[in-house]
C-alpha cells in the first residue's frame, strides 16, 4: 500500500481549537479537550494543550500545510481565565433566579387540593406519570418540569466547581486563583432544596403512587365505554366498536393516559408485543382507531400483518361523522363522507389510510 501524506488548509488549526474548547465550554471538561488535540496531533504534550486551550497559544498551518504551535497574537479573541469568570458569574446569577423559583415551587404545593403533604409531593415528582387530564395536577405537570431543569442546573453547577479546581491544578502560575467553594446564592438554594426533600422515603413513594395511580385515575377517568357522539377532544374506538374518549386540550396527551388507563384496567395486555416500543403502537397493532376531534388517524394497514378497518368501527364513526360534523370526518387530510364509509367496500377502505 502507498504511504499517504496530508496537508492541512490555514483553518484547520481553528477548527481543532474551537472544537477541543468547546468541550470546556458545552461540557465542563478539561480532560476531554486536552485528549481532542492529543489524540488529533500525534507527539503534542498535555501542557502544549493546555497552553493552546488557555488561548496563550495557537495553532498554525505554515506554508508546507504543517501545523506548528505559535504564540497567540496580543488581540486574541479567547481567554480561558474571562471565560471561567464569566460562566462562574452567570451561574451565581441563576442561583438567585432558582433559589426564588424554588421558594415559589415550595409555596406553590401548598396551595395544592390533593391531599398529600408538601413532602409527599415533592417525592411523588420523580416517577409521576403524566396523566394530564387530572384536573387537580395541571400545576404538578408544571412543578415535576421544574423540578428536572433544577436538578439539572444543580448538576451543572458542581461539574463547573470541579472544572474550576482542574483548571487551577492545571495552570497554577497563570491562574492566581482560590479553590472553588459555593456561593452564597447556591448554599442558600441547597438549604431550601435540601427541605423540600427532607423526609423523603421509599415508603412514602410506595403509598404516593398507589394514591395517584389507583385512586385518582378511578376517580378522574372511567375505563368504560362512552357515547362516541358526545364530542370528545380524544379518543380510541376498539375493533369492537367501543369508544374511550376525554375532553382536554392536548390530544397526545389524552391519547396516552387513555392508553395506559386501558392497560391499568386490563382491557389491553401489559405486556407489548417483539417490537412494539409504545402504547400508540400497541393499540395500532391491535388494530384501534384513534380521533383526534373529526380527525381519524389509523396505523393498522402498516404493520404486519394488517389489520383491517372493522364494520362495527365504520359504523361508530359514521354515526359521530352524523352526529357532531355535519356528516363529515378527516382521514389523511381528506374530508371523506359517512355516506362514502358506509358504502366502500371492505377490501377498498384502505385507501382513505395513507
Request: aromatic share 12%.
Amino acid at each position: 500500500m502507498e504511504n499517504l501524506a496530508f496537508s492541512f488548509d490555514a483553518s484547520f488549526g481553528d477548527f481543532l481549537t474551537t472544537l477541543a474548547r468547546e468541550k470546556i465550554m458545552t461540557e465542563y471538561d478539561l480532560d476531554a479537550a486536552v485528549k481532542i488535540l492529543t489524540d488529533s496531533l500525534s507527539g503534542m504534550s498535555r501542557d502544549q494543550a493546555l497552553h493552546i486551550l488557555s488561548g496563550e497559544c495557537d495553532l498554525s498551518v505554515t506554508s508546507d500545510g504543517s501545523l506548528t504551535i505559535v504564540a497567540a497574537s496580543k488581540d486574541r479573541k479567547f481567554s480561558l481565565f474571562d471565560w471561567l469568570r464569566s460562566e462562574r458569574s452567570s451561574l451565581e446569577d441563576s442561583c438567585e433566579t432558582w433559589w426564588k423559583t424554588a421558594t415559589t415551587y415550595r409555596d406553590d404545593f401548598s396551595k395544592q387540593t390533593i391531599q398529600v403533604t408538601l413532602l409527599q409531593a415533592w417525592s411523588m415528582l420523580a416517577g409521576y406519570p403524566a396523566y394530564g387530564v387530572l384536573k387537580e395536577f395541571d400545576e404538578v405537570k408544571w412543578l415535576r418540569s421544574v423540578q428536572k431543569q433544577l436538578h439539572m442546573f444543580l448538576k451543572k453547577y458542581f461539574e463547573f466547581g470541579v472544572l474550576w479546581d482542574k483548571t487551577i491544578q492545571a495552570y497554577p502560575e497563570m491562574f492566581q486563583l482560590r479553590p472553588w467553594c459555593n456561593c452564597e446564592e447556591f448554599s442558600r438554594l441547597l438549604l431550601e432544596v435540601e427541605s423540600l426533600q427532607h423526609g423523603r422515603t421509599p415508603k412514602v413513594d410506595y403509598e404516593l403512587d398507589r394514591y395517584i395511580s389507583s385512586e385518582l385515575m378511578n376517580r378522574t377517568i372511567k375505563i368504560e365505554p362512552v357515547d362516541i357522539t358526545g364530542d370528545y377532544d380524544a379518543g380510541w374506538l376498539s375493533p369492537k366498536g367501543e369508544f374511550y374518549g376525554l375532553r382536554g386540550t392536548k390530544a397526545n396527551l389524552l391519547h396516552i393516559t387513555i392508553a395506559n388507563a386501558l392497560i391499568e384496567n386490563g382491557v389491553l395486555p401489559s405486556e407489548f408485543p417483539d417490537g412494539v416500543t409504545s402504547v400508540d403502537r400497541l393499540l395500532e397493532v391491535l388494530g384501534w382507531l384513534k380521533t383526534e376531534k373529526n380527525t381519524v388517524i389509523y396505523g393498522g394497514y402498516w404493520v404486519d400483518p394488517i389489520v383491517p378497518v372493522t364494520d362495527e368501527q365504520i359504523e361508530a364513526l359514521c354515526r359521530y361523522a352524523d352526529a357532531v360534523y355535519g356528516g363529515f370526518v378527516i382521514i389523511d387530510g381528506k374530508s371523506i363522507s359517512s355516506y362514502t364509509l358506509r358504502s366502500t367496500e371492505p377490501i377498498m377502505r384502505r385507501k382513505w389510510f395513507r
